[in-house]
Every structure is written in structure tokens, then in C-alpha cells.
């Protein structure tokens, strides 16, 4: 099995910067992709951000220009920096993992963290 265990979230005045982190753990070979998601109270999960093994990233419009995702393969590990922050920007966000290769060699998905408080405000 594989657990996220991500780090990082709090309260920020709006302008400021966080950064969030998230390492996976477990019988893990290799992981495709490792992204960011968050809910706010009341909405639905959204996209963040998600970065594959090769580096490839892509944003939510929103956040384009602000956030950076970034990964160390070696370490399982994807962290979100978060500049210039806004109040919308509040949610609780959630580390996934997706595409892993596990060390049998199967490859499983749909791996979610515990999510981490980030409230942003004005």
C-alpha cells in the first residue's frame, strides 16, 4: 500500500507565500504522477497543480503565475510553493499520487493524503 502524509498548510495573511509538501511512503517502485487538489467549504475537489516523473507540469488558470509545483523522484516527494496568495485561495488541499508502480511491479492508483488547512486572509 501507499500513504501521503502532507505538511506545510496554515493561516497567511493574503500577499504571503506557503509551502506545502507531501511524501509518499510504502511499496513504491516508481510514481507517475503526484499532484495537488484542493476543497473549499462547500465546492467541489479541484485541480491544482500535478507534476509527472519527467517533470511535466500543468496548472489550474488560477493559480498560473503563483504556485509552483516541483517533485523529488528520488524521495517520493511533491511540494507546492504558494506565492501571492488570495482569499479564495483557502481550502484544505490534498496530495495524490497516481500511476504507481509498486515494487511487485503492478501498477495501482488513486493515492490521497489526509489534506492539509491553508486560509488565506484579507
Known amino acids: 500500500q501507499v500513504q501521503l502524509v502532507e505538511s506545510g498548510g496554515g493561516l497567511v495573511q493574503a500577499g504571503g507565500s506557503l509551502r506545502l509538501s507531501c511524501a509518499a511512503s510504502g511499496s513504491i517502485f516508481s510514481i507517475n504522477v503526484m499532484g495537488w487538489y484542493r476543497q473549499a467549504p462547500g465546492k467541489q475537489r479541484e485541480l491544482v497543480a500535478r507534476?509527472?516523473?519527467?517533470?511535466?507540469?500543468n496548472y489550474a488558470d488560477s493559480v498560473k503565475g503563483r504556485f509552483t509545483i516541483s517533485r523529488d523522484n528520488a524521495k517520493n516527494t511533491v511540494f507546492l510553493q504558494m506565492n501571492s496568495l488570495k482569499p479564495e485561495d483557502t481550502a484544505v488541499y490534498y496530495c495524490?499520487?497516481?500511476?504507481?508502480?509498486?515494487?511487485?511491479?503492478?501498477?495501482?492508483?488513486?493515492?490521497w493524503g489526509q489534506g492539509t488547512q491553508v486560509t488565506v486572509s484579507s
Open positions: 507534476i509527472t516523473s519527467d517533470g511535466i507540469t
Open positions: 495524490n499520487a497516481d500511476r504507481v508502480l509498486t515494487t511487485a511491479r503492478v501498477y495501482t492508483s488513486g493515492y
